[in-house]
């Protein structure tokens, strides 16, 4: 079965720092870029960064200089730095393949608030 999970979320105050992981297991994601997505209540999900299968990354605005997203394919699994940390940066944070192939995962609740 394929399978993302999402972890390293929590409560952060702003500026701080978070590193999220994505554990991918059911079959390997190699050959598949893959995405951070984030959706804050009462919004639609957003695309906030995006790796290539070849390491090629790309960020929404709103976190580009912030937040870095790589990947280790020996264990599967996608990363997204966070710093600099907004309140705005708050929302549940999901990763899939990009574009969005696979059935989503529970994701990582990110609380950014002093």
């Known amino acids: 079965q394929v399978q993302l999970v999402e972890s390293g979320g929590g409560l952060v105050q702003p500026g701080g720092s978070l590193r999220l992981s994505c554990a991918a297991s059911g079959r390997s994601f190699s050959s598949d870029h893959m995405a951070w997505f984030r959706q804050a209540p009462g919004s639609t999900r957003e695309l906030v960064a995006t790796?290539?299968?070849?390491?090629?990354?790309n960020y929404a605005d709103s976190v580009k200089g912030r937040f870095i997203i790589s990947r280790d394919h020996a264990k599967n699994t996608v990363f997204l730095q966070m710093n600099g940390l907004k309140p705005q940066d708050t929302a549940v944070y999901y990763c899939?393949?990009?574009?969005?192939?696979?059935?989503w995962g529970r994701g990582t609740q990110v609380t950014v608030s002093s």
């Open positions: 899939n393949t990009h574009p969005a192939r696979v059935n």
């Open positions: 790796i290539t299968n070849g390491g090629s990354t």
